[in-house]
């Protein structure tokens, strides 16, 4: 879509409306203007000239598609795929108004563990523009929702004209001038749509639809909100029909507001159009499918992947879009379908969890969400090995395209000293209950922080936080796994406990998508002021992935550095060894102002989903401090007391194993090439590690 650039006419009705009276100018272009209602009207009409036009007696048509099931996250751009489906159709029409599709083709692949069956239209093509009520999900989703060009949606909607746009089509030879109306609900207690619809500037023809719905549309009190774009194609010159659809569904718990929620988004592309040629004569109208072998045996021309490598799984512009525009449309009212007041769960392990310095804790929250950019969440609980509660407040604006700001307060929240999670949470509770390992160096932090994000294009962006905290060294509450006295833990490493203040850059470029081939890379800069002192710690990380089409073979290459000046506190070296750095070592038994860390995994598919097998290789360095043993002319720090040391040069590791159950369990032998040991590590797919 190309706004028209440097239109005379555009810009000579502007000097003429703002010449006007403002009674005049709110009559020529606000809400229900004569011209706005004059455009829907010529739009209602138009809709009817297919079951008019008898030139047109019949067509049918190709459509492919797929629909996509997918883990996104409230607070980034990451989503992890679980099912794709892709689907082929055979489309008919014949007046009056007889639409007919089948599914020809069909086939699935899951990239984790599910139960999803799609309702039949999430497989399949709107050929009516939704007809003059709008039903989704089979009307489990959405039904009774008024079309905007239906005969008396008046009595529905309020239209405004919004801008005049170029559009060029990929099956016209000219470029398409088009209206773009504006549509919101005259009331909210209503089922309706909120969004744009395209009009064709000669023929009236509706060109494409962007909306999604008020509230109360929603059936199904799982959803949050549900987003579609259809697109029209000019074919043959004259007929205005399908070319392009998209529609995006999220849902959650009503009664808990998770980290994750889940998605479907499917993309439908029709083409192969044949007019006024024979068509099946007992055409039935509705879906219908051929036997189960015959759509499994289909010869899709594209693999199951190559859209998503294609395109990723992120919407089109106009989808992405479509509710913050449906925001303003409403003043920012609430778009969701969900509760404004829900259990909040930041992840599995926030509700409970075990660990050494905690013993058992458990947790709860409430989220409090009045519009569709801004949050309140409030969270705590009780860790019962110190006998202390610990809590946050935090509110949240998502700027969406503009900045976005967020305010944190907590009371001993407990962080880790590692670079990052060794184990998902879930799982390290359950390491330390049974076997008496806990693979966190926890301390705890009150205080505040500010952040504030803009993105940068399309892929990046940019975050600045403020944060003044108090840090606490954790202690041993734990002496050994609650269901096994004789597995000891090891000891808490204490911080260098006093007050923090720092500034924070970070650049970010996601992989948000598990396609073939993508990238990213973060490089954040700290600065900050400890008893007394300054630090400046800068860090830069890059990830490679490279991937067969069919995602059967995977190599992924990670690189990370970082540094830290002299006076920072302990709580800012970094630590590497064993699970999650460097494997075939002790756990984080190298420290440093200083470290390198590189990764590299390679995977092949052996029989899907059970068994891949693995070949992992690491290798990684620390450097900057002084030995223990060495005079020192800095105060003493508690990394002294750790037990820890530098690298000593570069360590290496290699090993290969195997992944269970769709990657979601890793195994591998690796041995610590100089100085380290054979060593079992098992792992977890990393998606789940800030969901559990």
Known sequence: MRRAPGSWVCALVALLVAALPAEAQSQAVGWNSPRALELIERARQRRLLPQQDTTLRNYSAQAEG??????????????????????????????????????????????????????????????????????????????????PAAPGSDATYEFRLADSLTLRLPNASQAIRVYELEVRPLRMDRPALVGSVFVDRASA???????????????????????VSLDNGLWEGRYWLPNEQTLQIRRQIPELDFAAGAVIQGRMRISDYVFNDS?????????????????????????????LNDAGLSPPPDLDEVRRRAAELLATRRLSGLPRIRLGLGSASSALRYNRAEGIAAGAGLVYAPGPQLRLNIAGGYAFGPDRP?????????????????????????????????????????????????????????????????????????????????????????????????RRFRPVREIDDGDLSSVRFALRRPMPDPRADDWGAAIDAEIGAFDGGYYFRPTARISLRRSSADL?????????????????????????????????????????????????????????????????????????????????SDPVRAWQTWNVQGSDGLRASLGGGVSLFWDVLRADVVRGLNGGAWRLVLTFHPDLLDIS
């Open 205 to 227: 023809a509706i060109v494409r639809m962007s909306f999604t719905f008020t509230p109360v549309s929603y059936v199904d009190p799982r959803l949050d909100y549900i987003s």
């Open 66 to 147: 797929f629909v996509y099931f997918y883990l996104d996250r409230r607070d980034s751009e990451e989503r992890t795929l679980v099912k794709v489906d892709q689907v082929a159709l055979e489309l008919f029409w014949r007046p009056p108004d007889v639409s007919s599709q089948r599914i020809v083709g069909l086939r699935d692949v899951s990239r984790l563990p599910n139960r999803m069956h799609y309702h039949l239209d999430h497989l399949t093509v709107v050929q009516d523009g939704f007809g003059d009520m709008i039903r989704m999900g089979d009307g489990d989703e959405v039904r009774d929702v008024p079309h």
């Open 390 to 486: 610990w809590g946050a407040i935090e509110a949240a604006s998502n700027g969406g395209s503009a900045t976005g700001a967020s305010l944190r307060a907590t009371y001993r929240d407990t962080r880790d000293l590692g670079l990052a999670p060794a184990l998902p949470g879930v799982i390290n509770t359950l390491s330390a209950l049974i076997i008496g390992r806990d693979y966190t160096d926890p301390y705890y932090a009150t205080g505040a922080r500010l952040r504030l994000t803009r993105p940068l294009g399309v892929s990046m962006r940019i975050d600045v936080e403020l944060a003044g905290e108090r840090h606490a060294s954790a202690g041993l509450t734990q002496d050994a796994a609650l269901f096994d006295d004789s």
């Open 552 to 632: 059967e073979r995977v190599l992924t290459l990670a690189a990370s550095a970082g540094m830290v000046t002299a006076d920072a506190p302990s709580q800012r070296l970094f630590l590497l060894g064993g699970t999650g750095t460097l494997p075939g070592y002790a756990f984080r038994a190298f420290t440093g102002r200083r470290y390198v860390l590189m990764d590299v995994q390679a995977t092949q598919t052996v029989l899907d989903p059970w068994l891949r097998l693995r070949a992992v290789g690491a290798i990684g360095a620390t450097a900057g401090l002084p030995a223990v043993d060495a005079p020192i």
């Open 279 to 307: 068509v099946p004569r007992r055409l039935r109208a509705g879906v219908s499918a051929v036997p189960p072998a015959q759509r499994a045996a289909f010869d899709f021309e594209r693999g199951i992947y190559d859209d």
